[in-house]
């Protein structure tokens, strides 16, 4: 006997669901913005014993009982700590018969599950957390006056700045109020050294009580090609910082103070870590200097694989091209691009998304992406999906005789090594969201893998 819940995507506004996945068990929570309804793809249980901690709204209870007869009862759900089930088809003869199956879900969870939702802490007392930073900082200004002005770059090991998650206009020009940058760069094409250099220096001169506040008071001003500013945000919201103590692992996230167990962290590096890597001579590191967009002589993702494509007749471009699916399981607008590239391999057929960064809006669009893709190639059985391949293809492709990858193509300028990743280039909740990726696409038979692009 086993037994599942049926969520009515019209009248669902949060879950809390646990899934029996083997390695590991994972609790996750899905919260609907303003009472709207969720979208289905993030209510797919795909077919797990599941139960579920927090919810609101109505559902289905399927239970497949000895006998193989199927009933379905249906149930406001209503539950916080506790699970509430109410509804006038809850007739005493079913209740034992729902109870024993959910007893079953609840006894499968083990003791190794991941439960994001208590696990992982925003922090309301941040006054610990914020010394340490500030301790940081006094360090940092020690080594920069014993040194003539110059920091050690191993100093830094455990704090940089994020890129600023909304900005894609390449023409943008940054620079910090009270701290001098050089004309002739942005911002962000400084390098570590470069970025602390400067602000260290500016930390060291001020009156301010400690070097945290002086730094709270900086701002990261935008200005377009026309020189004229666009905004003004903190500094500090852009700064990531992580520490160890006891069994904690605490790290700065925009601009707010998060907390992990340690054996945690280390569950989620292990399975990332275990991610094979895609490693093709062809995708040769991009050029910012050449890699050009036609019209706007700026670098662009597009300009890359546009001239990667060009050259390797087995790579297919479909960065832009957008798949228009009759069944839109996100809210993406009607369509979706599924990948960048696509790659026809006599075992397998290689879905490559690429995005430069570890963090911020391009890298959550590349993890979005990888999932928008996961959800249609999983229904084979959509013959729209097909398709849309095939217009793009030369030859016919099948996409059910061979086995489905989805690639992440991630491009950074401080990849050295293309075989071996680098975690220290990824921000924890980077992290999670590969992770959290790598589970999903294991459910649907897919693999992940990561391909490595050095950027210059």
Known sequence: MHGKLLLSKDQLNNITTFHAWSNPPLNYTVYSPQKSSIPLYKQSINNDFIIVN???????????????????LNTKIIGNTSLHLEG??????????????????????????LTWTSEISQLKETKKCNTKL?????????????????????????????????????????????????????????????HWQRIISTLSK???????DSFSKLKLVEYDENNDKIS???????????????????????GKWYCIPIDLTEKITTSVKSIPIYTNDQFRPRDKRTDLDDNTCRPTENAYTEKICAINPNLIKLDKNTFKPSI???????????????????????????????????????????????????????????????????????????KINIILGIIHNKINDTNNIDLSLFPIMSLISIYVLKKDLEQKNIELELLLIPSN
């Open 206 to 212: 001020s009156n301010d009580l400690s070097p945290l």
């Open 54 to 72: 927090k919810i609101s709204g109505n559902s289905i209870i399927e239970i497949h009982n000895s006998n193989g007869e199927i009933l379905q």
């Open 88 to 113: 006038a088809s809850l007739l005493e003869k079913n209740l034992l018969t729902i109870m024993k199956a959910l007893k079953i879900v609840i006894n499968s969870k083990g003791k190794n599950s």
């Open 328 to 402: 839109n399981l996100e809210n993406n607008h009607g369509s979706i691009e599924i990948c960048d590239i696509f790659e026809i391999k006599d075992d397998r057929l290689n879905f490559i998304c690429l995005k430069p960064g570890t963090s911020g809006q391009s890298f959550s669009h590349l993890i979005a992406q990888a999932r928008n893709s996961a959800m249609y190639l999983s229904n084979l059985n959509n013959t729209e999906i097909s398709k849309f391949i095939n217009s793009q293809c030369a030859e016919k492709v099948d996409l059910t005789s061979k």
């Open 232 to 254: 003004e945000k903190n500094l500090f919201n852009f700064l990531y910082f992580n520490y160890k103590r006891a069994e904690n692992f605490f790290f700065l996230y925009s």
């Open 134 to 194: 500030n301790n940081k900082l006094h360090s940092l200004i020690n080594i920069f006056e014993k040194n003539n002005g110059e920091l050690k770059k191993g100093s830094l090991k455990n704090i940089c700045f994020l890129k600023d998650p909304t900005n894609t206009d390449l023409a943008s020009t940054f620079t910090i109020r009270n701290v001098r940058v050089d004309n002739t760069k942005k911002f962000y094409n400084l390098n570590d050294l470069e």
